[in-house]
């Protein structure tokens, strides 16, 4: 069915916390109660126009979910407190956060010193701070854009929530007694949700990442799908991975993940259609071997040397297949043209014997060589069949 209306934009978690942080600390600095905040996307974005973020609710005291982490945090109680909440709108793209309230503790310090676990976000007096609370995914393993050990805060949201409330307190200074100012972000259904998206594979534990370079969220965004194809390669290269296995979906994922069974699950990634990027960045890494698990279509389009594998971008050519499959002795290559999908191809050739193999090894070849050349090194490529087996590997 065609979409009459176009998609509609959302905003990003990283927006999300924005939004909860000033108006927490508004109501924190005797703003009163904001329902809606103003928000600038991360500073280095490419468009900077305001975003209108409606603010579920705010008040007095540490958010509720928040408060046990508060106070594991402070060696004493904090001056004074206020929270917001905020509910992500992801707009018309499936994201795993989408409803997901994002809650953000304003919280006054008597001193300028780091709370245990906190991060600075600016020095300036007063010194602003930055702590992930429950539901707020924690970064393990080197090769994410945040270290060991820190909350899974992005830079991009780091800087855009600082400059948030650096110009929050331009307007409404801190109480005279307030020696600092930490924001403690914390989503209440973060575990569950986390457990919906490769954080747990990535090395990010116990919440989702708030994450966002632009501000926004653009449906079925591209760039979005990149970023996290590029940052699992990433992960896998600074966990000194024996290999990196890519593949176009999840069910070729778990069938190339039978493959290499002594593989740790971040050594794979699923880099959707994006051949040509996923490979390039993969061939610029020193993980020692790349493997690519596919089925029929995707690797006809690949043989075809096709940099993506979308239909969208990339059309069966039938006619060349006929081509190649005639060549190779195929009895019925020319029932080939009229093929509407890969998969009846794949059914015809599967039962043109020998012939028939042959000419889907050459396809699996002609796709492994493709691959090779967008990496710039050998890529060991893996063909599946429907039923799950492996048709050929080159």
Request: glycine share 10%; with cysteine.
């Amino acid at each position: 069915m065609r979409r009459s209306a176009p998609l509609r934009e959302g905003f990003t978690t990283g927006s999300a916390a924005t939004a909860a942080a000033t108006a927490a600390l508004r109501y924190l600095c005797g703003g009163g109660r904001t329902t809606e905040a103003l928000v600038l996307p991360p500073p280095r974005a490419e468009e900077r126009t305001p975003l209108r973020i409606p603010v579920d609710a705010c008040g007095p005291g540490p958010s509720p979910d928040a408060r046990e982490a508060l106070a594991r945090l402070l060696p004493s109680p904090p001056l004074d407190a206020a929270f917001a909440r905020v509910i992500k709108d992801g707009g018309d793209d499936p994201d795993a956060t989408n409803g997901a309230l994002v809650c953000a503790t304003a919280a006054l310090l008597p001193e300028a010193v780091a709370p245990a676990g906190a991060v600075l976000l600016d020095a300036a007096f007063p010194p602003i701070f930055l702590a992930g609370g429950p539901g707020v995914g924690r970064a393990t393993l080197p090769g994410l854009p945040v270290a060991v050990g820190e909350p899974a805060i992005n830079p991009a949201p780091r800087e855009q929530i600082c400059a948030a409330l650096r110009a929050e307190l331009a307007v409404r200074p801190l109480p005279p007694e307030a020696g600092a100012l930490l924001t403690l972000l914390s989503v209440p259904d973060g575990r569950a949700i986390a457990a919906r998206t490769f954080n747990p594979r990535l090395g990010v534990v116990d919440g989702i990442s708030i994450l966002g370079t632009q501000g926004t969220v653009r449906p079925f965004s591209h760039a979005a799908w990149r970023a996290s194809v590029a940052q699992g390669i990433a992960v896998a290269e600074a966990t000194a991975c024996p290999g990196l296995g890519m593949s176009t979906g999840r069910r070729s994922e778990r069938l190339l993940m039978e493959l290499y069974p002594d593989w740790p699950a971040r050594a794979f990634v699923q880099v959707a259609d994006f051949a040509a990027f996923s490979l390039e960045l993969a061939g610029r890494s020193s993980l020692p071997l790349l493997a690519w698990g596919c089925f029929f279509g995707k690797a006809v389009k690949l043989a075809q040397g096709h940099a993506s594998t979308h239909a969208r971008d990339a059309a069966l050519d039938m006619d060349d297949l006929a081509a190649l499959c005639a060549a190779r002795g195929v009895a019925g290559a020319e029932s080939l043209r009229s093929c509407v999908t890969a998969a009846h191809a794949l059914e015809i050739l599967l039962g043109e014997g020998d012939a028939g193999r042959r000419a889907i090894a050459e396809v699996a070849r002609r796709a492994a060589a493709a691959a090779s050349r967008f990496a710039g090194r050998p890529v060991r490529l893996h063909l599946f069949a429907e039923d799950g087996s492996e048709l050929f590997h080159a």
